[in-house]
């Protein structure tokens, strides 16, 4: 297999955030795998797309570019479906790029929205280390802090029923809750979807002493919807988080409650903790009314619902009575503390 070698100074996505700098590297003209360190080109007749850089900023690639990203699944229900292609990428073939955070596949299909980062680039090779073997995130995964240890704390749970309904904005107003009732260390884990700086930097921002998501635990999302190892990555996740001493620990499933292999995480959950306080978002009444039945075949009961479905106190006074559960839109709390 032929290849050649990776500067020192490629611009990087988000997606390789937890790979320590590379320096010259080689790589090989060989098939990219989900996860695996690769190098891209954006084509020097092709339009300048905006990625997400390993430092959380907006970055511009443009015509003649070479840049690091890794092959990856996405199955967004808003933005892009789709994939890595049996046996790999293709070396000198042209994917897209599905996601800011550089994750690049098969384009099955997209939404009407306008997306900055989907453009088609051409791959490379993969990059390999010191001793020539294929550098993938997965080598580079979040350890527990103290392994086989629970502390115990309290779980506040963000779940939503479809992409674009709050979920962020809901969890940011549990993490100020809690650290205004007091809690002085708190914890946050994106469980499912796909990997973000922008939503890790967010809750960091509002006060959060740790973040994870999916990179941390070695994978570009949590896609496809049905995966082996999904388990097997999701209670690598838990050991980490429940590992740390604090004070409250947010966790927000992306997505809806059937993709991104959201069950499987919340059956791994339920298996941890038979106590937590859950968080629903929803855009309308009925979509609430439905996750709640969903929600308590599985053993799940919604102890506060918010989102769009609250939005005005008609939708709101709606929402709580049908559902009899309290309804509060936290987008707009002006400051007040979220009732949890």
């Known amino acids: 297999m032929s290849g050649g070698w990776s500067s020192a100074d490629l611009k990087r996505t988000s997606v390789l955030r937890r790979v320590p700098s590379l320096g010259n590297r080689h790589y090989l003209s060989a098939p990219g795998h989900e996860g695996d360190v690769c190098a891209f080109e954006v084509g ?116 939503g029923t479809s992409a674009e309904v709050g979920k962020t904005t809901a969890g940011v107003a549990v993490l100020r809750a809690l650290l205004q009732k007091g809690h002085e260390t708190i914890l946050a884990l994106k469980a499912t979807g796909t990997s973000s700086l922008t939503e890790i930097a967010r809750y960091r921002d509002f006060g959060a002493a740790q973040v994870f998501d999916c990179v941390d635990f070695g994978l570009p999302t949590t896609y496809p919807s049905i995966r082996e190892d999904a388990g097997e990555i999701f209670d690598a996740a838990l050991d980490v988080c429940l590992s740390v001493p604090t004070d409250g620990i947010v966790m927000e499933c992306g997505g809806d409650l059937f993709g991104a292999n959201v069950p499987v995480f919340l059956d791994c959950l339920k298996s941890r903790r038979s106590a937590l306080k859950v968080v629903l978002t929803a855009p309308d009444t009925l979509a609430a009314l439905g996750a709640i039945g969903v929600l308590r075949e599985i053993g799940y009961c919604v102890d506060l619902i918010t989102g769009p479905c609250t939005d005005t106190p008609t939708l709101q006074e709606r929402t709580q009575k049908m559902c009899g559960i309290p309804a509060v839109n936290m987008a707009k709390s002006r400051g007040q503390v979220a009732p949890i």
């Open 44 to 159: 020097r007749t092709a339009s300048s797309i905006v990625v997400e850089a390993v430092s959380g900023r907006a970055m511009t690639l443009v015509p003649g570019d070479v840049f690091l990203a890794a092959p990856g699944y996405r199955e967004s229900t808003r933005w892009v479906v789709g994939g890595v292609p049996a046996g790999g990428l293709t070396p000198g073939s042209d994917y897209w790029v599905l996601a800011e955070s550089g994750v690049i596949g098969e384009l099955i299909g997209d939404s009407p929205r306008e997306k900055g980062h989907l453009a088609q680039v051409s791959y490379v090779g993969r990059v390999c280390d010191d001793q020539g073997e294929p550098l993938n995130i997965r080598q580079f995964t979040a350890s527990p802090l103290r392994p086989s240890t629970d502390y115990g704390a309290p779980i506040f749970l963000v779940l």
